[in-house]
């Protein structure tokens, strides 16, 4: 089974034999998909050995875990690519905190200029971009910003927004589908 020809049927059944503790299901199941993780810590890190850290313990993660996942969590690609993403944001977190525990703590001081969401907008296709997200509502435009731009996760933004998960993810999902039509117009 390479990488490219992976389903979900064979991930459901190489997941049920690694929460049996079948380590060559393990081992199937990181040759499958281990390249696609790899891409999603690699693009939200921006840093190889973030990415091959936090690749490394998306995958502890998946066999201490593996026996409790269930259908309710989406697809087995989808709850693994989930782990990878959270595990990537949490090293990222955490090495942010690190570089910045050593330095004088400064009071917060309101920056007016340009931030990172600002300058992603203008280098790609912000016109088109922007012009698609002013298309979503209120609730899914920003579900999106907080997720994406801000590494908010699920839990966050239900809280941040004062509203349920499941309500919060329905709106990045319709919103994501929304914006893959208008980008491809």
């Not at 989406?74 to 709850?79: A, H, R």
């Not at 009071?107 to 200029?113: F, T």
């Not at 998960?165 to 980008?183: D, H, P």
Request: contains cysteine; hydrophobic residues 35%; proline residues 2%.
């Amino acid at each position: 089974m390479s990488q490219i020809d992976v389903n979900q049927d064979d991930l459901m059944r190489l997941l049920v034999g690694v929460g049996q503790g079948d380590r060559r299901s393990f081992q199937q199941l990181y040759e499958s998909i281990s390249g696609r993780m790899f891409g999603v810590c690699l693009k939200l890190a921006g840093q190889r050995e973030l990415a091959e850290e936090a690749l490394q313990e998306a995958f502890i993660q998946i066999w201490h875990h593996a026996r409790e996942y269930h259908s309710d969590r989406g697809t087995p690609l989808g709850w693994m690519m989930t782990i990878a993403r959270y595990r990537t944001l949490d090293l990222m977190r955490a090495r942010k905190v690190r570089q910045h525990a050593g330095e004088d703590q400064l009071e917060q001081v309101e920056d007016h200029r340009a931030g990172p969401l600002d300058e992603s907008l203008r280098d790609a296709g912000a016109a088109q971009l922007t012009g698609c997200l002013d298309e979503l509502s209120d609730n899914q435009r920003d579900s999106i910003l907080l997720s994406y731009y801000k590494g908010l996760t699920h839990d966050e933004l239900s809280q941040a927004l004062s509203s349920p998960i499941g309500t919060v993810k329905s709106w990045i999902r319709r919103g994501l589908i929304a914006l893959k039509r208008c980008l491809e117009r």
